[in-house]
């Protein structure tokens, strides 16, 4: 009874005393979404420490380079140091789960690709939730995939493509830098759209499944454009189309696949930006920003391009909507 009515006569006149500020911050945390008790970022003074990017592949690949070329200019910004912190494993799912669980401070993000959106429906156990335990930041490169084929195959173009695969079910090959990746998924959603049969032939990545096909083991592969460009340019395969929705400008003379014979095509890998859930949103707008300026900055364009990739900026709005169509886009794809 006693400790109670000490509580009752020395704390509660403090809360009533105090209950607009009380208040007042109980309401920024629900609508911040952010945790009560996890630490705050100060949007107007942000950053004020290293900021962390991880990224669940390894050293050197696409989504790391394009990473490593946008941050650039981020470091030069902020005055800040900027880690990218590799952390490869299952396919991206060890780098997803790391940062899903990471701490919402607005000091830890995670940039990812294709497979975030093409995992949910290959793994009922990941681990986490690609949509419910992230914040979208916005997104970063496209790597634009360009249908070529052979030239055995004798077809010029996508609608002569479709012809000949109606006429000749499943014997035309595919080849893909390994099964349920976006190359693959590429050729799968290519077929359901032309209701044709194709037969895929899965390699361990884009090295090897290019080579067979510039030997003519296979007839045709959605490749990347830096896999591709090279055997276009000699040519030793034959371009029909890109999978962008509109002309890639790293090859604006190959006309996209939807142009080319099979309207409303649209398949391309991507790299993207995520934040924990929780995140503030004023730290996510202004770090979307500073992204946004880096990726329209002309020596970065030239670096992407250079590297096979394109800038793809988003708001964060834009970002998350884009992923709810990649997830349900490759869903019914992997379904049918």
């Given at each position: ?21 009380v ?48 941050t ?133 990545g ?11 083991q ?24 890109v ?17 080319s ?71 019914d794809?992997?379904?049918?």
């Amino acid at each position: 009874m006693a400790v109670k009515l000490i509580k009752e006569t020395l704390i509660m006149p403090v809360l009533f005393k105090h209950r607009r500020a009380v208040i007042k911050t109980l309401a920024a945390v629900v609508v911040s979404g952010l945790p009560f008790g996890a630490s705050w970022a100060d949007a107007d003074k942000w950053p004020e420490q290293a900021v962390n990017f991880v990224v669940p592949f390894a050293p050197g690949g696409p989504v790391d380079t394009a990473a490593r070329i946008v941050t650039v200019p981020l470091n030069d910004k902020w005055k800040q140091p900027i880690v990218i912190d590799n952390k490869a494993g299952a396919g991206g799912i060890v780098g997803a789960r790391y940062s899903a669980k990471a701490k919402p401070d607005g000091y830890n993000y995670f940039f990812t690709a294709i497979h975030h959106a093409i995992l949910p429906s290959l793994n009922d156990n990941l681990g986490y939730d690609a949509q419910k335990d992230f914040e979208p930041v916005g997104g970063v490169a496209r790597f634009p995939l360009i249908l070529v084929a052979h030239p055995s195959l004798n077809v010029k173009s996508v609608q002569e493509l479709i012809d000949l695969a109606k006429e000749k079910p499943n014997t035309i090959s595919y080849s893909s830098s390994g099964t349920g990746g976006g190359t693959h998924l590429a050729g799968e959603l290519f077929a359901s759209m032309a209701d044709v049969q194709l037969q895929h032939i899965p390699y361990k990545g884009s090295a090897p499944a290019v080579q067979d096909l510039v030997g003519g083991q296979v007839q045709l592969m959605f490749a990347d454009a830096t896999s591709a460009l090279p055997f276009i340019n000699s040519g030793k395969v034959i371009p029909l189309g890109v999978g962008n929705k509109e002309r890639s400008a790293l090859a604006p003379e190959v006309p996209t696949i939807a142009e080319s014979g099979l309207p409303g095509y649209e398949a391309y890998s991507w790299s993207g930006l995520f934040a924990p859930k929780g995140t503030p949103a004023d730290v996510i707008k202004k770090l979307n920003a500073d992204m946004n300026e880096s990726l329209n900055t002309p020596e970065i364009i030239e670096k992407m391009n250079g590297s096979g990739s394109e800038p793809m900026p988003t708001t964060p709005e834009e970002f998350g909507q884009f992923l709810d169509v990649e997830i349900k886009k490759w869903r019914d794809t992997i379904q049918n």
